[in-house]
């Protein structure tokens, strides 16, 4: 079982930036992370995704070169630095684990979710 909290969401202006974090509890050993969000009236969408050890990232076209997912598995946390934000980036922000390898997009391969937290661009 792996627990999972989201910190580090609020209001921004267009072209700033936030730190997303998501702490883990439980077995964290061994597991893929990723970051997911769903905004208002959307269906959830893939972010980023991370290995275990951080060597490999996966990212969604609609955030390469704005977002970057790191982890320290030391602290059990994973980040989620977002730069250059627009509007279009405004949703409830979601980390995900599961205890699989090779990296994927789909929701339905994580196990275990956080509870979301908000992020607002204003324009």
């Known amino acids: 079982q792996v627990q999972l909290v989201e910190s580090g969401g609020g209001l921004v202006q267009a072209g700033g930036s936030l730190k997303l974090s998501c702490a883990g509890s439980?077995?964290?050993?061994?597991?893929?992370m990723g970051w997911f969000r769903q905004a208002p009236g959307k269906e959830r969408e893939f972010v980023a995704a991370i290995s275990w050890t951080g060597g490999t990232t996966y990212y969604a076209d609609s955030v390469k070169g704005r977002f970057t997912i790191s982890r320290s598995n030391a602290r059990n946390t994973v980040y989620l630095q977002m730069n250059s934000l627009t509007p279009e980036d405004t949703a409830i922000y979601y980390c995900?684990?599961?205890?699989?390898?090779?990296?994927?997009?789909?929701?339905?391969?994580?196990?275990?979710w956080g509870q979301g937290t908000q992020v607002t661009v204003s324009s």
């Open positions: 995900a684990a599961d205890y699989g390898i090779a990296l994927s997009p789909r929701e339905r391969i994580y196990d275990y």
């Open positions: 439980g077995r964290t050993f061994s597991t893929r």
